[in-house]
């Protein structure tokens, strides 16, 4: 899809957004962003559908966990909040966030065509696609990463805690974190650019079939160390790791692993080296 329509998609989904945060101040700030998540993602469904790409909406997921972190840090209702708790969630998630969007500018920012998931989807629905691209490429994702941000929801506003060792302790997993997720991006986009058309078993890739996917359940985790740290009887917070894992265990590392399967002969044997998540030296 053209950048430019994605910029402007983003400002309109931008402009929505604010404009629904600002209307509905007095509300809890969890409340408030998701109204604003929700008109983001209508604005961008509804560009999708214009354009018939809705891979417009892939951004998303790294955008919106930044801003939420930044207004739910600076809402007047996190004024009992430890400031450096705050300001290293925040740094946290903004870094994850510029990671993620690299990797988009590097993989897909520039591909004209829709991602393969949303082919299918559109193939297998019909006349009735719209509705899916909706409810399953839109709506389902932004409401399991409003879940997930959860995770940081006690930690930016709710949690009154002094910082500890706790926090020290969930900063260095969840910088971790956004280091596997970084150290596995490179070496697939460094393994792609070689023109390989065999399975990338370089470096991390060889101790897991899905780094990227245990870096990223890992930060989230993390992120909810940092609310246990601030507020231990906000056990409700652990949802949004919970989510997270779920997803990707039960439904992106699978689909990848049949996508790959049928794709390359090789892979099948890689499976059986390989583990799918928690790493180990590969069998021979």
Not at 15 to 23: E, K, L, T
Not at 156 to 179: E, K, N, Q, S, Y
Not at 226 to 254: H, K, Q, R
Request: net charge positive; charged share 15%.
């Amino acid at each position: 899809m053209h950048l430019g329509t994605i910029a402007v998609a983003y400002v309109l989904a931008g402009a929505a957004a604010w404009g629904v945060w600002g209307w509905s101040l007095g509300q809890e700030p969890w409340a408030r962003a998701g109204g604003a998540a929700l008109a983001a993602t209508l604005v961008l469904w509804l560009v999708g559908v214009i354009r018939r790409n809705p891979s417009v909406f892939d951004p998303f997921w790294s955008v919106a966990p930044v801003a939420a972190a930044a207004v739910w840090a600076g809402d007047p209702a996190s004024a009992g909040a430890d400031p450096r708790r705050q300001w290293l969630v925040v740094a946290l998630v903004t870094a994850w966030g510029l990671r993620l969007t690299w990797h988009w500018w590097c993989t897909r920012a520039r591909e004209v065509e829709e991602d393969w998931r949303y082919t299918e989807m559109r193939r297998a629905s019909g006349a009735l696609f719209p509705l899916v691209n909706l409810i399953v490429i839109h709506a389902s994702p932004a409401a399991m990463l409003g879940l997930a941000c959860m995770a940081m929801y006690p930690a930016l506003v709710t949690g009154t805690r002094p910082f500890g060792w706790i926090d020290v302790l969930a900063g260095g997993w969840t910088l971790a974190a956004i280091l596997l997720e970084a150290t596995a991006d490179r070496q697939m986009r460094a393994f792609r650019a070689r023109g390989e058309r065999a399975v990338c078993e370089v470096g991390v890739w060889g101790w897991s079939r899905h780094p990227n996917y245990l870096g990223e359940l890992l930060f989230w985790w993390g992120l909810y160390l940092m609310s246990y740290a601030a507020e231990p009887a906000a056990e409700w917070a652990m949802i949004g790791p919970i989510v997270i894992t779920l997803m990707l265990t039960l439904y992106s590392a699978p689909a990848l692993d049949r996508r790959m399967l049928a794709r390359y002969p090789g892979y099948a044997r890689y499976m059986g080296r390989v583990p799918v998540l928690w790493p180990r030296r590969p069998r021979r």
